[in-house]
């Protein structure tokens, strides 16, 4: 069973990260997806999301690392799915920069 102070400083953090990149505050967005990680390591949306920033960032490597994460705790998130293909298609040259 998770604890409940966990589980709503996670929903936190994740809504911090979600309003942060949305702003274009990818560095401060990855910030909070890492802390809500260290909170629930197991937050596949979590790692989708930092994976997302990583790519804004242009940090293509560590961001395969992170959706892989994400598929391999939620092999149906098509977001992860479709933005590993997306960063694999950049780092090959075959993708628009974002």
């Known amino acids: ?14 809504s911090l990260g979600n309003a942060l990149a949305e702003g274009g505050q990818y560095a ?8 809500c990680l260290k909170v629930k390591p197991d937050y596949a949306a979590a790692h989708s999301n930092l994976a997302l920033c990583l790519v804004r960032l242009n940090r293509y490597d560590e961001a395969v690392r992170e ?6 705790l939620d092999p149906t998130n098509t977001d992860a799915r479709n933005g590993l293909t997306y960063v694999q298609n950049l780092q090959r040259g075959a993708a628009p920069p974002p």
């Open 1 to 14: 069973m998770s604890c409940p102070i966990c589980v709503y400083l996670n929903r936190k953090c994740s």
């Open 28 to 35: 401060e967005g990855a910030t909070q997806y890492a802390a």
């Open 67 to 72: 959706y892989e994460e994400a598929l391999r």
